[in-house]
């Protein structure tokens, strides 16, 4: 049990999680299940910025990911009238996207 428990440690350290204490047997189960959904998708975006990571061997996939924070939408309401916008995409922002297959519409 003790290598189970420290290969999840490792694991949510990846994902940069916080310790969650359930009780449950639940709710044990369920924390576990999305932490390892969270960590295939992680594995599968990895793979799709590949050819990105490969070009620069100086980024790093977590530095993709804070570089894609800073593209924001923002909802406004004027008047009773809600309003989509959507800062400016760089050029990387749009190459990331692309490579995720993520439309950014």
Sequence with gaps: MR???QN???MKSALDLRPVYHRLEDRVRAHAFLCMLALYVRWHME???EPLLAEDPRQSFEGLMTHLETLQRHTVEVAGQEIQMLGEPEPLHQRLLQLLGVPLA
């Design 3 to 5: 290598a189970l428990e």
């Design 8 to 10: 999840f440690r490792t």
């Design 47 to 49: 793979r799709a910025l």
